[in-house]
């Protein structure tokens, strides 16, 4: 533990609390430990059953359900770029109700964040193009104290989209990350 704490993977926030990882643990964790899971065909049957029920509505109607569902199951924040100008997130009860978000200072910062939420994510639907991202801390525009997952697609008729999970740092990645890329297979079908 103390080699580990001397390189700055982990730390000791006070006297009486145990250690916990850093964000360069975080990050050293998500480059060399996590694993690509499959979500269980129940999570999976969860999903599903959300486009499947809302044949007929918009594209847009049918991503904000499926949104609310993985904001459900994540048990964080979701948010998504529906194209360059359209933007929805749900969820940020799950974000704020997190222990490390319990701080004064710390619920303002994410509240300010939460005020440019869709210019960040007017940004990430320009930057990111193909695939997933997970971003840690410092790396994650939402804030130095999250994490995000995002993913992108790109739908049958052309219409692309950028989607994530916003939650701590101690997130469940390897789980979040499947719900991510399950979402992304459903998104392309819509």
Same mark, same amino acid.
């Given at each position: ?18 250690? !916990? ?11 060399? +430990? ?6 269980? *065909? ?29 904001? *459900?199951?994540?048990? *964080? ?22 222990? *490390? ?19 960040? !994510?007017?940004?990430? +639907? ?15 525009? +939402? ?19 950028? +989607?994530? !999970? ?21 998104? !392309?079908?819509?």
């Amino acid at each position: 533990m103390a080699a580990l704490e001397k390189e700055g993977y982990i730390h000791q926030p006070h006297t009486s609390a145990g250690r !916990i990882p850093t964000e360069k643990g975080w990050k050293h964790y998500i480059e060399n +430990f996590l694993r690509d899971i499959d979500l269980t *065909e129940a999570e999976k049957k969860a999903l599903d059953s959300v486009i499947q029920k809302e044949t007929g509505l918009a594209h847009d109607s049918v991503i904000k359900r499926v949104a609310k569902q993985l904001a *459900e199951m994540s048990k *964080e924040a979701v948010f998504v770029g529906l194209n360059s100008d359209s933007y929805y997130y749900t969820g940020l009860s799950n974000l704020f109700g997190q222990p *490390e978000f319990q701080e004064l200072d710390l619920v303002r910062h994410i509240s300010s964040v939460v005020d440019t939420l869709d210019e960040v !994510i007017k940004k990430m +639907f320009d930057d990111f193009r193909d695939g997933t991202t997970v971003m840690v801390g410092s790396d994650n525009p +939402f804030g130095n104290e999250c994490s995000s997952i995002v993913g992108t697609y790109e739908n049958k008729s052309g219409q692309r989209g950028v +989607f994530g !999970i916003l939650g701590p740092m101690r997130m469940d990645y390897e789980q979040n990350l499947a719900l991510i890329k399950h979402a992304q297979k459903l998104f !392309i079908n819509i």
